[in-house]
């Protein structure tokens, strides 16, 4: 995103170091004001997630950058990020746009290690409802539209734009293993994506006669359950579990792939959804069919029999059959992954979400 807005950017502001390839093209005003590790200590004291808690630091540099005459517009993603600084951003009288990314409008949402106690302040929605009335929302689907619409954000204050991802000029050609469908799990570890569930359904199609390997890539809350079930299983020997992987091995990964699967739902424990789905919208990108479960954003980018199979949450049976189905019929999947890659061009590309972005914040130009 800071690429299609680099022509317009007069500043940014960040608590982490930026990436290296940004250093001397756009000023960087560096908001972070606490020693390394101990916000996150704090957190931990105060069982809450680090991300969440208010932090008083960084406004003087802020407040300096929005009274820069160069700033016309401002953008902030993350309503907690929003909050944090709420005191600075408040007093601007400039555009002021806030993206949601989904864990941010999960208003019951909880840590999977406390899932017991609620991560968000008891007053964060009153606050969200209150910053409304200055704020514009950028939400990164429909779903996380409704989130805000729940709690009284008026569809007035909202704009929809969903992510871009790069999408190849023609549609990636596979040739099909001897040894099977080869299927990818790539994306964080938790429980609202469902890799546990990916490989019970996994196993019981193994178990009804499939023949193929799993990949998990990615890490997260969830890999010690991960690595439990692999070690469980009677078919560990076609399931392999990779951890976190870089942006070159996720292609790489998605190549080397004839199915993307996930098992999305609403996670029992952290009560998020996928708000909209990248890894799924990059797979399809890739010309990759999609199985998944019915929930959030995912609804949004992927057609139910067109561009994969969606399935009820929940149901690993279904999730299994569904894997039978696709690996018998290895040109239903070059049909889907096709239908896919189209839908990924003509919906979901990066030169759409730039297009969109700057629409909405007024900017025109290249």
Not at 296 to 310: F, S
Request: net charge positive; aromatic share 6%.
């Amino acid at each position: 995103m800071l690429e299609s807005l680099e022509p317009h950017l007069a500043a940014i502001a960040t608590r982490k170091p930026l990436e290296a390839r940004w250093h001397g093209r756009v000023p960087s005003i560096d908001i972070g004001d606490c020693p390394p590790g101990l916000w996150q200590r704090v957190g931990r004291k105060l069982h809450i997630p680090a991300s969440i808690l208010p932090r008083r630091g960084g406004e003087t540099a802020l407040r300096k950058a929005l009274r820069d005459p160069a700033v016309t517009v401002v953008l902030v993603h993350y309503i907690e990020f929003a909050l944090r600084y709420w005191t600075a951003l408040a007093e601007t009288q400039k555009p002021l746009f806030v993206h949601c990314h989904g864990y941010d409008v999960t208003w019951d949402l909880r840590a999977h290690e406390n899932p017991g106690r609620p991560s968000l302040p008891s007053d964060y929605i009153d606050k969200v409802k209150a910053m409304a009335q200055k704020v514009m929302f950028i939400a990164n689907s429909q779903a996380t539209a409704s989130k805000l619409k729940l709690i009284g954000i008026t569809p007035d204050r909202i704009q929809v734009k969903p992510l871009g991802v790069p999408v190849p000029a023609f549609c990636p050609v596979r040739t099909p293993s001897p040894n099977g469908m080869r299927m990818l799990y790539l994306g964080r570890l938790v429980d609202f994506k469902g890799p546990d569930l990916v490989i019970r359904a996994f196993d019981l199609a193994c178990r009804k006669g499939l023949k193929g390997s799993l990949t998990i890539a990615g890490d997260g809350p969830l890999r010690v359950t991960c690595e439990l079930l692999w070690a469980e299983s009677p078919y560990r020997d076609r399931i392999m579990i990779l951890g976190s992987v870089d942006a070159v091995a996720g292609d790489r990964l998605r190549m080397n792939a004839d199915l993307f699967t996930a098992h999305n739902r609403t996670g029992p424990l952290s009560r998020q959804e996928e708000a909209y789905g990248v890894s799924i919208v990059e797979a399809m990108a890739s010309a990759l069919p999609v199985v998944t479960g019915r929930s959030g954003g995912v609804e949004e980018t992927v057609v139910h029999g067109e561009t994969g199979i969606l399935l009820t949450s929940g149901d690993v049976e279904a999730h299994a059959e569904a894997f039978l189905q696709l690996a018998d019929n290895p040109k239903l999947r070059h049909q889907m992954g096709e239908a896919g890659w189209c839908r990924a061009k003509n919906h979901f590309s990066w030169e759409q979400e730039r297009d969109t972005l700057r629409k909405i914040m007024g900017l025109e130009g290249p």
